[in-house]
Nanobody, 125 residues
Framework: QVQLVESGGGLVQPGGSLTLSCTAS????????MAWYHQAPGKERELVAD???????NYADHVKGRFTISRDNAKNTVYLQMSSLKPEDTAVYYC???????????????????WGQGTQVTVSS
């Protein structure tokens, strides 16, 4: 069973910073792409940033220059450093990962998507 566990959310003032972490645990062979999504009340879940296993990154336009996604493959962990936070960044942030659960899955390029439980980020004075 694979689990993604997020941490680092909380309440921060506008202009402040937070760093989210997400660690994959359980039994699996390898992790492919990892990503952070967020979902504000009444809105759909949307991509914030993603990162390939080789470190190539992609960002939503509204976070470019403010957020940085990174990963530590040895620790099976992805990070989201958020700075210059705005009230509109308030949302539940979810970690996502595409995981090869077995060596056979890796050899066949069959990835399974997994989601964390979400962590609340509130930007407010």
């Amino acid at each position: 069973q694979v689990q993604l566990v997020e941490s680092g959310g909380g309440l921060v003032q506008p202009g402040g910073s937070l760093t989210l972490s997400c660690t994959a645990s359980g039994r699996f062979f390898d992790i492919n792409d990892m990503a952070w999504y967020h979902q504000a009340p009444g809105k759909e879940r949307e991509l914030v940033a993603d990162i390939t296993s080789y470190g190539a990154t992609n960002y939503a336009d509204h976070v470019k220059g403010r957020f940085t996604i990174s990963r530590d493959n040895a620790k099976n962990t992805v990070y989201l450093q958020m700075s210059s936070l705005k009230p509109e960044d308030t949302a539940v942030y979810y970690c996502n990962a595409y995981i090869y659960t077995t060596q056979e899955a890796w050899e066949s390029d069959v990835r399974s998507p997994y989601w964390g439980q979400g962590t609340q980020v509130t930007v407010s004075s």
